[in-house]
C-alpha cells in the first residue's frame, strides 16, 4: 500500500478541515456578496455577519464532522474557545480587509479571499492543539 493507514487518516482529516472552513469561506463571501452588491451595503457589514453566521456552521462541522467528537461536556467549553480564537480572527479578518481594500485597492473579493487563507491558516494550529485537542 502506497500510504499507511496513519497518514490515510492524516489526509482525510485536513481534508475535512479543508472542506469544512471551505464551506465557511463560501459563506462568508456569499453574505459579503448580498450585503455590498444586493443591498448596496459597506463592505465590512457583509465582513462582520458572514464571519459571525461561518463561525457557527463551522464550529459545528469540525466539532462532530472534522474532529468527529461527540462528547456534548465539553461542547460549551470548545465554543469558548472557539469563538475567542474566532474573534481573534475576525479582528485579523477586519484588519487584512482594510489593508487590501482600503489601502492596496484590491477588489473585496479578492481581498476576502487572501485573507480567509491567512486567517483559517491560524486558526488552523489553535483549533487542533488546542479547543479540539488532537
Given at each position: 500500500m502506497f500510504f499507511s493507514r496513519i497518514a490515510i487518516q492524516k489526509i482525510t482529516f485536513v481534508m475535512r478541515y479543508i472542506v469544512s472552513g471551505g464551506l465557511g469561506g463560501l459563506i462568508q463571501l456569499a453574505v459579503d456578496y448580498l450585503?455590498?452588491?444586493?443591498?448596496?451595503?459597506?463592505?465590512?457589514?457583509?465582513?462582520?455577519?458572514g464571519f459571525l453566521t461561518a463561525l457557527i456552521v463551522v464550529f459545528l462541522l469540525h466539532k462532530y464532522w472534522t474532529f468527529k467528537d461527540y462528547d456534548l461536556k465539553g461542547s460549551?467549553?470548545?465554543?469558548?474557545?472557539?469563538?475567542?480564537?474566532?474573534?481573534?480572527?475576525?479582528?485579523?479578518?477586519?484588519?487584512?480587509?482594510?489593508?487590501?481594500?482600503?489601502?492596496?485597492?484590491?477588489?473585496?473579493?479578492?481581498?476576502?479571499?487572501?485573507?480567509?487563507?491567512?486567517?483559517?491558516?491560524?486558526?488552523f494550529f489553535v483549533n487542533t492543539f488546542v479547543t479540539f485537542k488532537r
Open positions: 450585503f455590498v452588491d444586493v443591498l448596496g451595503r459597506w463592505y465590512m457589514e457583509g465582513v462582520i455577519v460549551v467549553r470548545q465554543f469558548g474557545i472557539y469563538s475567542t480564537v474566532s474573534v481573534c480572527a475576525l479582528f485579523g479578518n477586519v484588519f487584512f480587509m482594510a489593508l487590501f481594500v482600503s489601502v492596496l485597492n484590491i477588489w473585496y473579493i479578492w481581498a476576502q479571499l487572501a485573507t480567509i487563507c491567512i486567517v483559517s491558516g491560524a486558526s
